[in-house]
């Protein structure tokens, strides 16, 4: 009990860092959102009128106090560019990037740990290496390239999804999850390949353990052992990993959001930094640590459920 | 056995989990022989893809940028909006009259013109709005609009009888009547920046940010009502992404492709082109030695090939031009400006060494880096200037530090970008190349060309005005303010049974006339 | 002993494969077989052919000539990326695992709010602030990637401060520094060492992301990533341009891998 209140302590406190560090960013970026919200108006005079309007005249510590107030209470500000509430506009986008990272998450989990289990299940030396071999390639592939390649024979040739009809989730939920299989198997294969990797080294790394031996001399087949007793232990390296991984899947969707033009949050967090929009852009770097915050505390906790050695006083 | 069957079984769900969506998606949307959308044309809607989002707020007396301002187009009108031909045609007012002294206006509005949400538009209304416009231009920094709307007396703006609009000026104006297109608002209306309401043939529906946007025909229009019933304008940033679209028939419409595009689609589109309605140059810094050097600039002038540019970038496309005017400003354009520095390396090269450099100098030239045709223009114009002898690189930057350290700033030698117009007067093109002019980034100062605009703001009749702004056009071309390129070509994707788009000489998308055929 | 033959297969097959990137890399500065900014209007889009290996541009440029060059350059962002997340983060990780106490947790919560913060944010910071270019991508990449090699650095070095060697050097009198740096560092480079190759690959995945979007390395420089980016555009009709750049990237990533993998499998992971 203690150890999860310091946890969350801990977390609340990486929140706030991560926040602070965000305003910080944009206070030594240059240029500001009224030069760009003015375009080709701007003059000196203008600009500094607009900058006095929105607030942004008054000192660093100021802004970031009022601004944490309002976030406490749910208020992110309005957006520069879109004159409306940074709440609303959000609202809807976090929904399109929460279905891409579970449909992705989904993928790994479905595809790689089936596919690794497998393929340990007899020594073949040569599907072995093949294996190997596809894995290795499959990482090398960078994923925005997997996504054009995607969208070209998947899109073009075969014709099972027509790029550029996303449809958004609230309209047609099942469409909507359809279209984004391809950006989130564009995300989730070289994470297959490692998930697949670890998983079948970390059996591997069991079945070479006494208690295997164990097992084999008290009469149990190799499909047994690992159903019985090796895949529980060699699933604990595996589920920290797939936690670190579904930490890092948002990431990931930053720029498959572009290839596959996916109205998402990566999409609205590259246009609003390059606009100058700071209420949206703190909104939704406060929402990505949050995720990565969350997961890994999560992946902490399941760990020490499924390790009792690593479970701490 | 028992590992061949699991491998068997693992394999079919991967097909299933691909297969299933894959066929899923296959059957939503009906597709016509040429692969375009036969469920739309049923129901008389296109989809239209823009090339950046409306990341602005729709206040039509606000700032924006030009890609909302082209879409507003279709949701707002002034007293009076430019047409096609760039002549102005009545809009909320029917008629208008200028007294002969020019100090006089009287508007004289529809009877039948009504607002988006159903009310009638009355001349409180207008008075509203004239006023509205000039406070935020006051903000905007928007000089000429505000030059121009504030010779208008207001305390003597008046509703009279029979649903009319008068005003006085102080002096005549020919050029305040193309100043009265800002658009006619609600005088009651409060959320102008979320969602529009205005006066013309289609009505604002939704916004999505950067999904799309929708509007519908607004059925009470005063004049021809639209063809389509509804248009979903589609965001589509990244260029590839668009490309596939196309291909895929899931957009109708899309303006604003390059020839690199268009060479990709296939036959289901016609490709109809016009011009950017835009100048593009290398904009030089006259605060920056040695640029100040009236030969140095000619000499660059010369160096320029600017048939190769269009053929490199653009394959051929696009009209070049020789001054700050763009040649659908048919009644200022002087063709004969546009060949007046032909292009000739050893003339270059003899220029430049005149001047003192003859072994050139470096250059750096600073560009957006996500406006494609600019970083490629700057790319061919880095080699032309090269084989003079100047050392010319590109500086690539992002949007917000060219507006500031550019722009605003005018900290940087030499930039390419176009420079366009928001209404059809020359004014609007070339008074920011007034020495004191707040929005004139390359510091030019020529007391000939000042003088001569001084003389046009008093001009009392259209023909001396015109003439005035030639002489100002060939000053820039003769002392080579700039290396004038191109007006950029626009190339539209229209699918093969839809017609009707009309091009303007300012940059606006009008979608009243688009028709299914 | 089959393991030791595919481990030494794979090293010798990576450093292959990555040899001659880097081989062509360097010569990449002294010869190309035509210039990489050369344009020819006549040439362009030109399929791949004996006069140019992987065809041409839009701009009529020969593309190998430009691969060469964009390998020179995400060599060098790469490199230069693991040169600085590396030794730093491993001054930073050595330091906070050692010596422990407040400063390790206060640096290890920096570091967890480094992670959690989006990267390409912090990319973005860093060119927004120093402007495009290969030199300050390597800085952006470089300190993005301090976290990573921070942590790893730093769990090797808690483990081993409570070893009995380390003990019985503190006992004999030996100075701080002296045990980080002839001891405990000797004995993290088995860990250490696939991390900085994973690193390399990271790097190069990550400069071409950045270029991708935009914010990476731009004209006049050549990256592999920046040429992704523009041969995108031209997929439809030039696909050679995509091909060969993706296939480059691929290849390249995939020698590093190899060795990667092989060093690992040799030490007995």
New interface residues.
Partial sequence: MRYTAKKLA?ML???V??SF??FL?FQ?????PT?????????????A??RA?LGLDRPFFVRYAAWMQGALQGDFGRSY????PVSE?LA??IGITALLTAVSFL?IV??SL??GI?LC??EH?RLD?AADAVN??I???????TG??M??V???M?????????V?PSE?F??S???L?FPA?AIALPRIAMTVKMLR?SVRGELTKDYVRTAYSRGNSR?QALCHHVLRNAVVPTVAFLAMTAADLV?GS??IE????V?GLG?????S?????FPV?QA??VI??LW??LV?GAADLLNQRLDPRLRLS | M??KF??F??LC??CA??GG??G???R??AEGSNGLDDERKANNEIVV?IPQ?L?????PHG???AGTREILFNIYEGLVKTGPDGELIPAVAESYRISEDGLTYTFKLRENVKFHNGAKVSAEDVIYSLQRCINNAG?????ALVSALSAIRYDELVAGEDNTVSFRIDKPNPELIYFLTVAVVPADYDSL??APCGTGPFRFVSR????SIVLERFDDYWGERAALDRVTL?????P???V??L?????DLCPHLTAAQTAQLGTAYTILEDTMNLVQAVYLNHNMAPLDNETVRQAMCYAINRQEIMDMVADGHGVAVGSSIYPKLTRFFLPELVDRYPYNVEKAKELLAQAGYPDGFDLAIAVVS?YQPHMDTAEVVVEQLRAIGINASVQPM????W???V??GRSFQATITG?DAKNVTARAMLERFVSDN??NFINYSNPEYDALYAQAMAAVNEAEQTELYQKMETILCDTAANLYIQDLADLVAIRGDLTGLRFYPVYVLDLQTVHYE | M?KMK?SRRMIFGGMILSGTMALLALLSAVWTPYSPTAMSGAEKFAPPSWAHWFGTDQFGRDIFSRVMCGMGTTFFIALGTVLIGALIGILIGAVTGYFGGWIDEALM??N???????????A??FI??LGFGKYNVILALGVAFIPSYARVVRTEFARHREMTYVRSARLMGASHGRIMLRHILPNTTRVLLPALVIGF?NAV?AE??MS??GIGVKAPDVSLGYM?SES?GY?MTAPWY?LCT?AV???L??GV??IG?GLQERRG?
């Fill in positions: 801990m406190l990486t929140m860092i991560v560090l965000a960013a030594i970026i240059p240029g500001d030069v760009r919200l003015l375009g080709t108006d701007a003059t000196a005079e203008s600009v009128l607009l309007e560019s879109y004159a409306m506009l809807g986008k993928l479905t595809i089936p596919a497998l299940v007899r030396p290496r290795q390639l990482m090398a592939i960078p994923p925005f390239f054009i390649l969208t070209l998947f899109g073009l075969l014709r099972w999804f027509v790029p550029g009809s996303f958004s047609d099942w469409r999850a359809a279209y299989v198997l080294a499909w990431a930053v720029v572009q290839v596959f033009s109205p999409r609205l967090l590259l246009t930094i390059a606009n100058r929009d852009v939704i770097v990505l640590a990565v915050v890994n | 028992k590992r699991a491998l079984l693992a769900l991967v989990v691909l969506c894959g899923g998606s296959k939503g949307g893809a989002d990341a602005d707020s729709l206040d700032s924006m940028s903000n905007m920094g928007d000089s920046d979320t999505s940010p950067q999904e589609r965001v589509y940033t990244d590839t992404a668009l596939l679209a291909k895929a028939g899931s957009v996500s992002d949007s917000a530090t507006l500031n350290d722009y605003v420079v707040g929005k | 089959r595919q919560r920096l967890d709010a480094l992670t959690a913060f989006p990267s390409i944010l912090l973005l910071v927004a602030l690959n995945l071409a992301g991708y979007l992704l995108q997929m995509v993706g990237i691929v290849l990533i995939l891998s190899l993998e992971q």
